[in-house]
């Protein structure tokens, strides 16, 4: 089993920065992947930002530009730095991470001011 603790969301006018935390523990071994996602209200889950392997990544196309992930593979924890915010980010923001199975953090809020 693997237990992800999601942190760092929260409220924020347009134009600032959220950083997220996404740190796993329990039965780690060889991660795969791991990501954000979000899901706004009357919306279907959308990939945010995703590292997979040795450190690829890859981005939606509404953040390229404003949203970094990275990740401490000492720590076994994914960040997601959130740039420029705009109230359409505003959306519950998901940990995913993949070993054998495919893990979720809790969500944590994001919701972006005008």
């Known amino acids: 089993q693997v237990q992800l603790v999601e942190s760092g969301g929260g409220l924020v006018q347009a134009g600032g920065s959220l950083r997220l935390s996404c740190a796993a523990s329990?039965?780690?071994?060889?991660?795969?992947?791991m990501g954000w996602y979000r899901q706004a209200p009357g919306k279907q889950r959308e990939l945010v930002a995703q590292?997979?392997?040795?450190?690829?990544?890859n981005y939606a196309d509404s953040v390229k530009g404003r949203f970094t992930i990275s990740r401490d593979n000492a720590k076994n924890t994914v960040y997601l730095q959130m740039n420029s915010l705009k109230p359409e980010d505003t959306a519950v923001y998901y940990c995913?991470?993949?070993?054998?199975?495919?893990?979720w953090g809790q969500g944590t809020q994001v919701t972006v001011s005008s």
């Open positions: 329990g039965s780690i071994f060889n991660i795969n992947a």
């Open positions: 995913r991470v993949v070993v054998a199975n495919t893990y």
């Open positions: 590292i997979t392997g040795p450190g690829r990544t």
